[in-house]
């Protein structure tokens, strides 16, 4: 079983709808979780950042996390195509290391 | 006024050579981390040092050897490259090596191994 595990993808929406992007892991003792973007070419991009159970919401970007499930997702609201590129979902493990996840591409739609 | 940066961008190179890729960073951060990202956008852990100390050595082939000789700049050093080193390294850091801070990464170096 993968670490952390993700839908590679990809996941197409049209403009201004909900993309809906998860993540499962596998190490209970985790307990930061992060999401990050990253475009063709780029290096990622911390966009949201997680601790505890619940939902977190900044600006059209929400993550939510269940740790009883093992579970952790993110929604952006009102996509657009300019939010399409590859977003990756880390785990801490331990106090000094993230496991990635292998990503899940985004395509929004004009 | 680049947040972590490394040098160089693009690296092409014969198997069997030396290389050298450097990083440094400006955000008073006190831990550093070498990722490896192959074709399939699979980001590995390589290293990571807090306060210029060696924390995570991820099963590395020792042909890797990272140098940090203060807690702003890691500097990795491969020897003897082979063809499967190709891929994309990024440098990264992050402030107390807490599990509770993101990554900043630099904006990487693409090895290409002929």
């Known amino acids: 079983q993968k670490e952390v595990e993700q839908n590679s993808g990809p996941l197409s929406v049209p403009e201004g709808a909900i993309a809906s992007l998860n993540c499962t892991y596998s190490?209970?003792?985790?307990?930061?979780f992060f999401w990050y973007r990253q475009y063709s070419g780029k290096s990622p991009e911390l966009i949201m950042s997680?601790?505890?159970?619940g939902d977190k919401e900044d600006g059209r970007f929400t993550a939510q996390l269940n740790k009883a499930s093992q579970y952790v997702s993110l929604l952006i609201r009102d996509s657009q195509p300019s939010d399409s590129a590859t977003y990756l979902c880390?785990?801490?493990?331990?106090?000094?290391?993230?496991?990635f996840g292998t990503g899940t591409r985004l395509k929004v739609l004009a | 006024d680049t947040a972590v940066s490394q040098t160089p961008k693009y690296l092409v190179t014969q198997m069997g050579n030396d290389k050298s890729i450097k990083c440094e960073q400006n955000?008073?951060?006190?831990?550093m981390y070498w990722y490896k990202q192959d074709s399939k956008k699979f980001l590995k852990i390589m290293f990571s040092?807090?306060?210029?100390?060696?924390?995570i050595n991820e099963t590395v082939p020792n042909r890797f050897s990272p140098k940090s000789p203060d807690k702003a700049h890691l500097n990795l050093h491969i020897n003897s490259l082979e063809l499967g080193d190709s891929a994309v390294y990024f440098c990264?850091?992050?402030?107390?090596?807490?599990?509770?801070?993101?990554?900043?990464f630099g904006s990487g170096t693409r090895l290409t191994v002929v």
């Open positions: 990264a850091s992050s402030q107390r090596g807490q599990g509770g801070y993101g990554y900043t």
């Open positions: 190490d209970r003792g985790s307990q930061s």
């Open positions: 997680i601790y505890s159970n």
């Open positions: 880390a785990v801490s493990q331990g106090t000094y290391k993230y496991i």
């Open positions: 955000l008073g951060h006190d831990t």
């Open positions: 040092y807090n306060n210029k100390e060696l924390i």
